[in-house]
């Protein structure tokens, strides 16, 4: 798990992160979850929605520490090993996509 979240650390660090992509993709997604939230009726769809809120979440949190740069105290926090792995498997899947990252 250390190596993962070393691995983590490091495309958190990384320059290589395309932010506007990241932003465009984070503000569409945030817009398909609000219409799928006002149109939601009961607790079917719950699951699914939590998970595109998580996604959300992470996507979020590496824009934040890409844009602070190496002042950013967010890869250091996610390093904690108290921090819950599917928040860092999160992470890691937005390092991994080739359209907004390495």
């Not at 490091?10 to 219409?35: M, N, P, Y």
């Not at 939230?37 to 996604?55: C, K, P, W, Y």
Request: with cysteine; net charge negative; glycine share 4%.
């Amino acid at each position: 798990m250390m190596k993962e979240k070393s691995k983590m650390v490091q495309k958190l660090d990384s320059s290589a992160i395309d932010t506007q992509a990241l932003e465009q993709d984070l503000r569409a997604q945030s817009s398909a979850l609000c219409a799928k939230l006002v149109s939601a009726h009961g607790q079917d769809n719950d699951d699914a929605l939590r998970q595109n809120i998580a996604t959300i979440a992470a996507g979020m949190l590496v824009l934040t520490a890409s844009r602070a740069g190496a002042t950013s105290p967010i890869p250091a926090l996610l390093a904690n090993q108290d921090v819950k792995s599917n928040l860092i498997d999160a992470v890691q899947a937005y390092g991994t996509n080739p359209e907004i990252g390495t």
